[in-house]
């Protein structure tokens, strides 16, 4: 890792963590939690939510392009734990319904780590001046808020749907 001792640079680290983070979202997490998700409304708010993580990677590609840096991402060691444990415990779960209760939690602590992330690079960019790239972030920002939502209401459709047994 380079020496980070600027701002820019700072967001430049930033910006490479969460292209990994979207990519990974987009190659792999999204497409197999569509695949695990069994209640309709869920499974189809994924998938609509993977068209815009597509987008969310070009936006960050982007906004390298605005900084004049390469696109290169880095691997963040959040996204990768939060998906190791998702899997750790998916695996034991076999009740659909509990599943889906079950994956609704992982995709909001998703949610909140791209949230805090993009709240963070909009700050710094802010600072610097870099409108457009500020414009940029909060666009993904602000499909990530109303992705939450979204998980937050399924969750709470789902928990009342008959978790007591």
Do not use: C, W
Not at 34 to 54: C, D, M, P, V, Y
Not at 107 to 130: F, R, V
């Amino acid at each position: 890792m380079a020496t980070i001792s600027q701002p820019r640079d700072l967001l430049v680290n930033e910006l490479k963590g969460m292209l990994y983070v979207e990519q990974k979202l987009a190659d792999e997490v999204l497409p197999q939690l569509a695949e695990q998700i069994n209640e309709g409304e869920f499974k189809q708010s994924i998938r609509h939510h993977l068209e815009e993580t597509k987008q969310h990677v070009v936006n960050i590609e982007r906004a390298f392009e605005l900084l004049g840096e390469e696109a290169r991402p880095d691997k963040s060691h959040a996204i990768d734990g939060l998906v190791a444990q998702h899997d750790k415990v998916v695996k034991n779960i076999d009740s659909e319904h509990v599943r889906d209760v079950f994956n609704a939690g992982a995709a909001a602590k998703t949610e909140h780590l791209e949230i805090s992330a993009y709240e963070s690079m909009i700050t710094t960019a802010g600072s610097l001046g870099e409108e457009e790239l500020v414009s940029l972030l909060e666009e993904n920002l602000e499909q990530e808020r109303n992705a939450l939502k979204e998980v937050v209401k399924v969750s709470e459709e789902l928990a009342t749907q008959g978790l007591a047994v």
